[in-house]
């Protein structure tokens, strides 16, 4: 039987912390490990030529509610990441597009704005390959967007099934025991595995 990947795979890193803790290291480590495993994630997903690739790297509540020292560290993950990305030369060899999506231009210091602003600038005519990180966001805004969109435009209603849906409508969840810094590219491959076998019913 052929085994068939996800087009689009969205991956919450959970469990950071909670790594860190295990190990009676400070929380803030878990996600510098985090970072290095989210690079082998990545790798991978180039080699099984995934198109969509969204990763969720924090949301507002994770960058204005937690102590200021993890979340200064949390920003320096963030400007590791970003800076490798502008020295990555398979970013130009796979036409990586990469986004940023969340409120991260009312949070984050400027350093890290301007970071991001070359990071897309950079990217921005790839299409091959489409890498989307999520900074503090929070999905409710997304919808305070869509409905604002819709009363501007005066778009009128729509009957069709799905209405108003989150991105996640219809999609396959898997949730794994296995903390993010440990996360492998062995584990990923066991998730794509795993919805590869499955029977989509796609609500019916």
Known sequence: MK????????????GNRRWAKRRKLPPWLGHQEGLKALEKILEK?????????????SSWDNLTKRPKREVNFLIKVYNQGLKKILKEKRVHQHKVRVRIIGRWS??????????IKEVT??????????LTFLLAYDGRDEM??????????????????????WETAYSQWYF???LFP????????????SYSQRERRLGA
């Open 3 to 14: 085994e068939i990947f996800p087009k689009h795979i969205a991956l919450i890193p959970d």
């Open 45 to 57: 997903a180039l080699e099984l030529k995934v198109p969509y690739f969204t990763f969720w790297g």
């Open 106 to 115: 009312k949070i984050l210091p400027s350093n890290t704005k301007k970071l």
């Open 121 to 130: 600038k950079l990217t921005k005519n790839y299409q091959k390959h489409h």
């Open 144 to 165: 305070i967007d869509c409905i604002k969109n819709i009363i501007k435009k005066r778009i009128p209603p729509q009957n069709s099934a799905g209405f108003m849906m």
């Open 176 to 178: 794994t025991k296995t």
């Open 182 to 193: 440990d996360f492998s590219p062995q584990e990923f491959i066991k998730a794509l595995k």
